[in-house]
């Protein structure tokens, strides 16, 4: 053993599978069961990459530790023991992996592993690029099966190298394992009262317009609830006032979650890819349908003439109500991810309405009632003064939406999507989902 402290960054990823374990619940035990030979230095991170990915278990997370110890040796073999044994191995989509950064390699993979993290909230990465990158760089990693999990941890090193980007906090609250499995406990008027008490320095604890708890996961993990919000004591003040079964352990993340980072601005629609997020201008094309199961469909124009499906689907609740109300002519910004060339929308910025009419018989200039139709092609007569018109009448109709900015309620918010309480000097004004 050496007598310099070594600080030490780890990265972890894809240890969970549908059934059970958390990639966060396994960073936050190996967090405390190593607190006796490594002092955690800064605050964990838990980083969303690309939402689209399709081997995600749910909400595509990867974490990392930041530790400092006499003996690194003893907190790497640990790590890579927990994980060994915790992980969901059976599961054929686990696929986990595990990247050790010593201080002795800060500097020189920095640069590298902050690109990459961010390409990887962006981009559709490969095992491979990862594999590749962790050995050029001379990383110590473990992949586990086929190593899937590297792309995610190397990510969370890079987060954590360089912590330079926009970010909000989780606090998690886990349950003793005993539970793990059975119905969540949280009493639901204590949610409501922790969202009353501190929204809008948490967010997304509950949805009001829709009456529902947002921040209790129904699966089979150990995750009890999550608290989210702007800083550290704004989300440890909303969890006081949760009542519920006992909480085993507790670990605040410092997230990437509620930041837009994974959306692209693009000028057309040429520019756009399958499993990539943008923030896309046009105009809106057809009048939006509602299809089988529920999704408000409508068809977006760049100024290109090329066209996009946008949707809300099915889950975003009264957000279709809005997409309803959009007409073709409409001038919108969409967010949100495309995949089977559809636009998963997560806001919308209405920056202009077209004009709307309600198309009548003409009125009668004598007498001043309503015309009649005079049969097909004939135009209209009036009955009582016998005058007659060709033209029918357009009379304007007062919009039911306004331009604004518009996002989805919080029970169909997307981990990465930014919150509307979030921007700050807007032009429009902005309609928070609630
Ligand atoms: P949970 O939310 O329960 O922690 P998860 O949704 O994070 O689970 P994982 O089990 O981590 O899902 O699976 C996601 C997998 O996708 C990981 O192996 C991760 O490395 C990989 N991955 C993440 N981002 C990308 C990307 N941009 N390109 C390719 N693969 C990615």
């Known amino acids: 053993m050496s007598d310099k402290r070594t600080r030490l960054i780890i990265g972890l990823d894809d240890t969970d599978s549908r059934e059970g374990m958390c990639t966060t619940y396994l960073c936050a035990l190996i967090r405390d069961e190593i607190s006796s030979f490594a002092d955690t230095i800064a605050e964990p991170i838990l980083v969303r990459l690309n939402p689209t990915i399709p081997y995600k278990t749910r909400g595509n997370a990867s974490v990392a530790l930041f530790v400092e110890c006499d003996d690194p040796e003893r907190v790497m073999d640990h790590v890579t023991e927990k ?136 699966a089979g993990d150990p995750v009890l609830y999550g608290i989210r919000g702007k800083d550290r004591s704004s989300v440890e003040n909303a969890a006081s006032f949760v009542v519920s079964e006992p909480v085993e352990r507790v670990c605040i993340y410092r997230t990437d979650q509620g930041t837009d980072m994974h959306l ?64 073709p002519g409409d001038r919108v910004v969409v967010y949100g991810s495309v995949t089977e060339r559809t636009v998963n929308i997560e806001k919308i910025k209405v920056l202009e309405l077209a004009k709307k009419y309600e198309v009548s018989n003409p009125a009668c200039p004598s007498c001043g009632k309503r015309m009649k139709s005079a049969g097909a092609g004939q135009g209209y007569r009036c009955r009582k003064c016998g005058t007659s018109s060709m033209e029918t009448e357009r009379s304007e109709l007062k919009r039911a939406i306004g331009v604004g900015f518009y996002e989805v309620p919080p029970c169909a918010r997307r981990h990465l999507a930014k919150q509307l309480i979030r921007f700050e000097n807007e032009d429009l004004p902005v309609f928070p989902g609630r």
């Open 83 to 218: 994980v060994a044994s915790m992980a969901c191995l059976d599961n054929e989509n686990t696929n986990p992996g595990i990247v050790f950064i010593t201080d002795d390699r800060f500097e020189a993979v920095r640069d590298e592993l902050s690109g990459f993290f961010r390409r990887a909230v962006k981009e559709v990465l490969t095992i491979y690029e990862a594999k590749e990158l962790a050995s050029v760089l001379g990383l110590r990693f473990e992949a586990f099966k086929n190593g899937r999990g590297l792309i995610g941890a190397l990510s969370a090193c890079g987060a954590m190298l360089n912590p330079d980007w926009d970010h909000t906090y989780e606090y998690l609250a886990y349950r003793e394992k005993d539970a793990w499995g059975t119905p969540r406990s949280v009493d639901e008027a204590s949610l409501f009262e922790a969202d009353r008490q501190t929204y809008p320095d948490t967010w997304d604890t509950v949805d009001l317009a829709n009456n529902m708890v947002v921040c209790v996961p129904h």
């Open 264 to 327: 692209i601005p693009v000028s057309g629609i040429g520019d756009i890819k399958e499993m990539h997020s943008y923030i896309l201008e046009g105009e809106v094309g057809s009048v939006p349908k509602t299809i089988r199961g529920g999704h408000t469909i409508f068809s977006l124009k760049d100024d290109q003439g090329q066209t996009i499906d946008c949707a809300a689907f099915e889950p975003t609740k009264n957000f279709r109500e809005l997409i309803r109300e959009l007409i």
